[in-house]
């Protein structure tokens, strides 16, 4: 996801002189092109994020479109006071990056684990908040928030599940349908797509048809997608590798309860208030916290089977 | 500084005291010591050094200026008003119900303000994105940032500097407000500043420094920027908190307290009654 993201920005700054980019000295290597070629649309502002997003809003106000970029929650809980009096409340052109959703530092330690940007992101006013689930996703996003007026917020995952069909636009606050079933409506975000669709074929094994839908774009959301979703399936289960209290789960619930299409049956997957504090690679944490794929598939098969 | 122009300098300056203690009595609000003390730097700038327009309050070509000690707003907005920004009247709404005045600075719907703060050390941050990008575009704009003493205490004034002087924002100008008290108690016993100087002095700002009630001492300084091309210039500005009511000058009771009834008769009437 990193570099398709680096790739699109790079096209963009050439398009489009008023792109900056600025890293919170993190990216080894991965912005070698970027700088290359565009050495005055590029600054590292130090290990200084909060600095870094207030010279973001500044020079967003002055007319650029500014990526604040670096790892796990330093682009986001370090400084979110300034993403939200700053860049938010005075609607300026800057574009929250953070590289490393949930476990994609998983061996680095809690401080490295983004395990409630969203939940924490999505309460902010005017913050469009994205995290694509695939490379192409990551692509369409990046180029969707450099378009889009105002602050928004581009979670990036280490992994990435599949681009699945590309011929339909990518629109903002629009879930994709990745998969088509009947029984299990499977909604994600992030990266750990590539797990879901692994489950989704075990279930099938199980004789168990499931729907997969691509949450890509948090904030804002068009409910109808979602609502469908509810209305056509027996059971409703979100899975994200970040806390699901107030994350995509608890979005998905809240938009149901107010469109009145609360399904019978829900099960959100992710981390249940808890510290990360296991060690280990993103697919041993995702093991350890029982959101990888065969753990989706059998929690799934568990409540399809409970009483509703 | 010219004599006709300190006459218009110390008149905009007594018309803005007035405003602020009437503005904090109706609003109930607090900062008036806070807002005094910045009325004379507000005043020299807007009178004698800032390049703006108030009929086009986004002209590119204009200075910028941030309160970062958005506590003070009282001031900014009164100053605005009488610089011809948006009517005197409108005043009157601060803190109000329902009013665009609120007691911590905001832009939305206020002309003259370019950045809604409250929260200390974000301003100077912002200043020096707004500084940087003017220098890109190759503008001859310059941006002034007025910070309190206490808000030094924040980590993010610091970040903020640093980067100035490596970016060689020579077209950026921080004013410290050091009346030296701060919410509870002096500066010096709460996070001691000192030497004050020579920190920017270390962080490679050009410093200069003036007596912040004297218009021609800060006139003089203000109008020499940048003093070395290639560095950021602080002004450390040596103010008395409450400046211009003597029972409010250099107590820390007044960064809190609203002046009502006889207080505020006995405000005022010192206030007309200085020269």
């Known amino acids: 996801m990193r570099d398709r993201f680096i790739q699109t920005l790079c096209d963009l700054a050439e398009r489009d002189p008023r792109i900056l980019l600025i890293t919170g000295d993190l990216g080894f290597a991965v912005f070698d092109e970027y700088c290359g070629r565009f050495p005055r649309q590029f600054i590292n502002a130090g ?29 986001t809980l370090r400084c979110l006071e300034m993403i939200r009096n700053d860049a938010a409340y005075h609607g300026a052109n800057v574009k929250v990056v953070s590289i490393g959703g949930g476990f994609s530092y998983g061996a680095l330690g809690i401080s490295h684990h ?12 005017d913050v469009t908040c994205v995290s694509p689930c695939s490379r192409w996703e990551t692509e369409q996003a990046t180029r969707a928030i450099a ?66 839908y691509s949450m890509h774009t948090i904030k804002p959301l068009d409910p109808r997608t979602i609502v469908a979703a509810a209305r056509t399936h027996q059971l409703v289960v979100t899975i994200e590798e970040h806390t699901i209290h107030g994350g995509l789960g608890g979005l998905v619930l809240e938009t149901l309860a107010d469109e009145g ?34 753990s989706i598939a059998r929690r799934t098969r568990d409540q399809l089977a409970s009483k509703p | 500084m010219s004599q006709s122009k300190a006459v218009v300098t110390k008149a905009l300056a007594k018309k803005v005291r007035k405003h602020v203690l009437a503005m904090t009595e109706r609003g ?29 309050p986004d002209w590119t070509e204009r200075d910028r200026f941030i309160l970062s000690k958005g506590h003070a707003g009282a001031a900014v907005y009164a100053t605005l008003a009488e610089a011809g920004f948006f009517p005197v009247e409108l005043l009157k709404q601060h803190c109000r119900d329902g009013a665009v005045l609120s007691g911590h600075i905001s832009h939305k719907g206020i002309p003259g303000v370019e950045l809604s703060t409250g929260s200390l050390g974000h301003g100077l941050g912002v200043g020096v994105g707004m500084a940087k990008a003017l220098k890109l575009a190759g503008r001859s704009s310059r941006v ?10 924040e980590g993010a004034i610091w970040e903020a500097a640093l980067f100035a002087q490596h970016h060689q924002l020579d077209n950026l100008v921080a004013i410290v407000d050091y009346n030296k008290i701060q919410s509870l108690a002096p500066v010096a016993e ?8 020579q920190k920017w002095e270390s962080f490679n700002w050009c410093v200069i420094e003036a007596e912040g009630h004297d218009h ?47 207080e505020f008769d006995r405000a005022l009437r010192e206030l007309e009654e200085s020269s």
């Open chain 2, 28 to 56: 109930n609000s607090s900062h008036v010591g806070s807002a005094f003390s910045i009325v004379d730097i507000l005043a020299v700038l807007y009178s004698d050094i800032m390049r703006y327009d108030p009929n086009r």
């Open chain 2, 144 to 153: 002034f940032v007025l910070l309190s003493d206490g808000e030094c205490d």
């Open chain 1, 261 to 294: 299409a609360l399904p019978k049956r829900f099960l959100r997957i992710g981390l249940d208030g808890c510290f990360s504090s296991v060690v280990g690679s993103q697919a041993y944490l995702r093991n350890t916290f029982h959101m990888d794929a065969g």
């Open chain 1, 47 to 75: 290990v200084a994020e909060q600095n870094m997003t207030l010279v973001a809003t500044g020079m967003a106000l002055e007319g650029h479109v500014v990526f604040t970029y670096s790892i796990g929650n330093f682009s």
């Open chain 2, 216 to 262: 021609g001492q800060m006139q003089t300084a203000l109008s020499r920027i940048p003093i070395r091309p290639g560095r950021p210039t602080v002004l450390i500005a040596h103010t008395i908190k409450g400046k211009g009511v003597s029972f409010m000058e250099n107590t820390v009771l007044w960064h809190y307290r609203t002046a009502r009834g006889d």
């Open chain 2, 190 to 197: 709460t996070l001691a500043l000192e030497p004050f100087r």
């Open chain 1, 114 to 125: 983004a395990t409630e940007d969203i939940a924490i992101m999505r309460s902010l006013p």
């Open chain 1, 147 to 212: 378009r889009e007026p105002g602050t928004c917020f581009l979670r990036l995952d280490k992994d990435a599940g599949p681009d699945g069909d590309t011929t339909e636009p990518f629109k903002l606050g629009v879930p994709r349908v990745l998969r088509k079933g009947r029984d299990v409506a499977l909604l994600t975000t992030g990266g750990i797509l590539s797990e879901v669709i692994k489950a989704a074929d075990q279930l099938q094994l199980d004789g168990i048809s499931s729907s997969v």
